[in-house]
């Protein structure tokens, strides 16, 4: 009798997450997912889709790693057109 085996195949999230966001980037369509129990600001996300041309989404309370990768690669994005972090321009909008 044959068992039915499974391969099993790592993938990289970081690597597809980051392909993902370089598109996004490349076709204007960078977002930023905004884990909380409260709701981005307007200003908030008025501000990243005027200065930076990113849409926040709202992605709930729980954070997940690949939002997290890729809103790490939207922050570098955000840091080099602003000098500034979501945090800290959060920060101004509280």
């Not at 993938?11 to 980037?25: F, H, M, N, P």
């Not at 990243?48 to 997940?64: M, Q, W, Y």
């Not at 570098?76 to 101004?92: F, N, R, Y």
Request: charge should be positive; hydrophobic fraction near 40%; include cysteine.
């Amino acid at each position: 009798m044959q068992r039915n085996q499974k391969k099993v195949v790592t993938v990289d999230s970081r690597d597809s997450i980051s392909k993902i966001a370089q598109a996004d980037l490349a076709n204007n369509q960078l977002k930023y997912f905004y884990h909380s129990i409260a709701a981005p600001t307007a200003e908030l996300t008025n501000f990243l889709k005027e200065k930076c041309s990113v849409t926040v989404i709202s992605a709930g309370d729980v954070a997940n790693k690949n939002d997290s990768f890729y809103n790490a690669f939207a922050d570098s994005v955000i840091k080099v057109k602003t000098g500034m972090t979501v945090a800290e321009i959060s920060k101004q909008f509280k």
